[in-house]
């Protein structure tokens, strides 16, 4: 396991774009598959993209597809997402994950490390 930790949440505009980062504190982050998760109000948690340990490979939820970008930077420790034209239905609490192996899978028990979470709220 790795302790992750989120910055970059807040109240954005709709339309806006918005980038939240995550930064790991151990050096072994770099062989995890990295993600992110969100848990909208009053709905369960849910997948919204990942990346394999060399930043080559992406998966993304439907929803979001098109509309956000994961990458990571090994030398930082970090993995972004980048949110482009924010709708309302962004609003959510955002989870970084990681986890073991090289599938990267859009469930929660792929991933054995999770972030506090940080809240992104998009209203005008």
């Known amino acids: 396991q790795v302790s992750l930790a989120e910055s970059g949440g807040g109240l954005v505009q709709p339309g806006d774009s918005l980038r939240l980062s995550c930064t790991a504190s151990e050096p072994t982050f770099g062989n995890h598959i990295a993600g992110w998760f969100r848990q909208p109000p009053g709905k369960e948690r849910e997948f919204v993209a990942a990346i394999n340990q060399g930043g080559i490979d992406t998966h993304y939820g439907d929803s979001v597809k098109g509309r956000f970008t994961i990458s990571r930077d090994s030398a930082k420790n970090t993995v972004d997402l980048q949110m482009y034209s924010v709708i309302p239905e962004v609003t959510a609490v955002y989870y970084c994950?990681?986890?073991?192996?090289?599938?990267?899978?859009?469930?929660?028990?792929?991933?054995?490390?999770w972030g506090q979470g940080t809240q992104v709220t998009v209203s005008s």
């Open positions: 994950v990681a986890g073991p192996g090289n599938i990267l899978r859009d469930d929660i028990y792929g991933y054995n490390s």
